[in-house]
């Protein structure tokens, strides 16, 4: 199958050498498109520079700064204009494991439509982290599993890998979320597809380099749309069982 890494920067100047090297080196089968966000830092470049010595680099150059979900909406559409047959999204700062690349696509290669990397599956870690960061993350992604019925541990992990197919049969495109809850609209989107998803378990280590980009207006923007999409989840059940009586 036909691969391609889509990973999403913005000032990461720190890490996005070293991560070409790394994913070039776990999945050498594997084409790589790199969407900067115009980081002031210079990432872009070097992405640039490390696509021309490695080659099967694309970097796209958005002009600002315009959020994660559309730019995973744009490297999305990248791959599936250009013929591939799986893509991997993740996070150039090293909390994913490139290394695991090759299990989440040969997962698909087993018959899944959606290979997930989970933190909160048997055998998922999340070393290092305080107790309260440990605490709020979980309950977060119980709650909005919970809320939009999704049956998966990990809701708003950003590792994973798709068949083209899965993201055409979701019509990844009309996605709206643009912070970390575009993780868990897409989730939304394939549970209620009832397309095949698995979890592979994961260890998400945080960031040597650089800065996290969370922040809590992204947390706030999360709980109201898996809220807001919950209720109406839930709305569209009752009127299904009126007409039904």
Not at 17 to 42: C, K, M, T
Request: hydrophobic share 40%; glycine share 10%; proline share 4%.
């Amino acid at each position: 199958m036909r691969s391609l890494v889509v990973v999403p920067t913005y000032q990461e100047a720190d890490n996005v050498a070293r991560f070409l090297d790394a994913v070039r080196d776990a999945a050498p089968e594997a084409d790589i498109l790199v969407v900067d966000d115009n980081s002031p830092d210079g990432t872009g470049d070097l992405a640039e520079q490390k696509a021309a010595d490695l080659g099967r680099i694309s970097v796209v150059h958005r002009p600002a700064k315009e959020g994660l979900g559309n730019a995973y909406r744009q490297g999305f559409r990248w791959g599936l204009d250009h013929g591939y047959d799986v893509i991997v999204q993740m996070d150039c700062d090293f909390s994913h494991d490139p290394a695991v690349i090759p299990a989440l696509i040969g997962l698909l290669a087993d018959g899944v439509d959606c290979a997930i990397g989970s933190r909160y599956v048997p055998g998922g870690s999340t070393p290092g982290w305080p107790f309260h960061r440990r605490a709020l993350s979980r309950y977060g992604n119980r709650y909005t599993s919970a809320v939009l019925r999704l049956g998966i541990h990990d809701a708003t992990g950003g590792f994973r890998a798709y068949r083209a197919s899965t993201l055409e049969r979701i019509e990844i495109d009309t996605t709206v979320a643009n912070g970390y809850a575009f993780q868990s609209e897409v989730a939304k989107r394939m549970t209620g597809a009832k397309l095949g998803l698995r979890e592979l378990p994961i260890t998400f280590v945080d960031r040597e380099y650089g800065t996290s980009k969370m922040s809590v207006r992204i947390m706030a923007e999360s709980l109201a749309l898996v809220t807001a999409w919950g209720l109406k989840v839930r709305l569209l059940g009752v009127r299904d069982r009126l007409r039904n009586r």
